[in-house]
């Protein structure tokens, strides 16, 4: 059946960000859809974030749209301009390109859910506010362009 | 900002479907969110569907994955082989080329709610329970070909 049962799925919160970036990513726990469900034309996550956690360091996408809607819970989505909160059933969109970039922070004292999807082609992108990069083929990278020592996207 | 504000999106309910396979789908009303965010990378729709009312007649598309989250109420998901209920917060998916044609209906007495997200390229589809198909160019014929006069995909 199509319907996708996420308990068959171990959720996990690895992230390649070198130290000390991957601390706010702590408790972020998140489950790929795609791959057990056989969908090849875009990615989609179901995302968990305990209280005090971020969804990524804040960033922005080359080459690669992104749609989230919240399910349960409340997040804070900062960008550079701007902080909102973002609710159950609320929706938001990053088209690929815009170097304004975004995150979500669980600054309330549950956890929070959300869907996210992503589409196009991993092409690089940056981080708002940190000396980071990623390139197309995942490495992250300083500004400058020397590498963080092996840090990859998992 | 990204958040989409749902209620500046007018919900339409039209369908290019040709009478008499128009009928269940009077109470599908849908907001189609990419146009207006910027996304071009894959497509995304809220749909509510009110009660009585079906998402689609029960159909497959040939090269496009699809997938859902139920965001409020539930609804009935209907494939070949059996009907299972959707409720909030559950997820599913069909990958592109399964001929095991899916939709919801509405069956109990509330609104339902929900995501989807289309990807991939229109090269057709069918559908399960009526001598209908559509086209990669979005028109729809009778299984052996013949058009249904004008009709086409909205």
Known sequence: MPRINLDSIEPVNRTG???????????????????TSGLTDFGVSHVVLK??????????????????VMLEGEA???????????KAGDCAAWPKGSTNGHHLRNESERDCAFIV?????????????IDMMFTADGRYIHKDGTPYGNATRP
């Open 17 to 35: 960000y070198p130290t000390p970036f991957n601390r706010e990513l702590a408790g972020r726990w998140y489950r790929r859809l795609a791959p």
């Open 51 to 68: 209280p005090g956690s971020w969804s990524s360091q804040r960033h922005w996408h080359e080459g690669e749209d992104e749609f989230l």
């Open 76 to 86: 804070v989505l900062a960008e550079d301009d701007c902080e909102i909160l973002l």
């Open 117 to 129: 999807v992503g589409g196009g082609t991993s092409t690089g992108g940056g981080y708002s506010d």
